[in-house]
């Protein structure tokens, strides 16, 4: 049994025309998410070593790398989309296989999320009722696996 706040959402039970809060924050973060990567394409250059990108918008480097050449999870990622954005995807999968997952996947939602929007629709209920909650699962054994894959990078197995 399904707990209620899992449950799709009864297309019926909101007012016509009426958008959930969710709606528009997932329409805020699509947005947001497609002129990010219009920021990476136009104001980033990825970082020669494979990680490192995020150092351009004023964050910290990584501290795993920086000390202990270890890769967190997310090593690679801002570089990888910053390559896909300047549409070199070789050179993005081969740095972060999951940061170009993202780079492709974070556009195609954003704009079909403004897609929805512009037809009448509420995001947060179209996204409950094709039930991409069973997601996560297969995103979360990628990202595990793209990790795997960028320790073997750094460590030099391959």
């Excluded at 054994?141 to 793209?146: E, R, V």
Aim: proline letters at 8%; aromatic letters at 16%.
């Amino acid at each position: 049994m399904v707990p209620p706040e899992f449950e799709a959402p009864d297309p019926e039970a909101a007012p016509a025309g009426r958008r959930s809060s969710e709606h528009w924050t997932l329409l805020a973060f699509s947005i947001a998410g497609l002129l990010a990567m219009l920021g990476f394409a136009f104001f980033l250059e990825p970082d020669g070593r494979g990680y490192g990108t995020h150092e351009q918008l004023g964050l910290r480097p990584c501290f795993p790398q920086e000390y202990w050449n270890f890769p967190c999870p997310g090593c690679g990622v801002t570089t990888a989309v910053t390559h896909a954005a300047h549409l070199q995807w070789w050179s993005a999968l081969q740095t972060q296989p999951f940061g170009l997952l993202l780079a492709l996947l974070g556009p195609a939602f954003g704009l079909w999320a403004i897609f929805q929007h512009l037809r009448g629709r509420d995001i947060w209920m179209e996204v409950a009722i094709r039930g991409w909650e069973k997601l996560w699962m297969p995103a979360l054994i990628a990202l595990l696996l793209a990790w795997l894959y960028k320790i073997a990078l750094v460590r030099s197995w391959f």
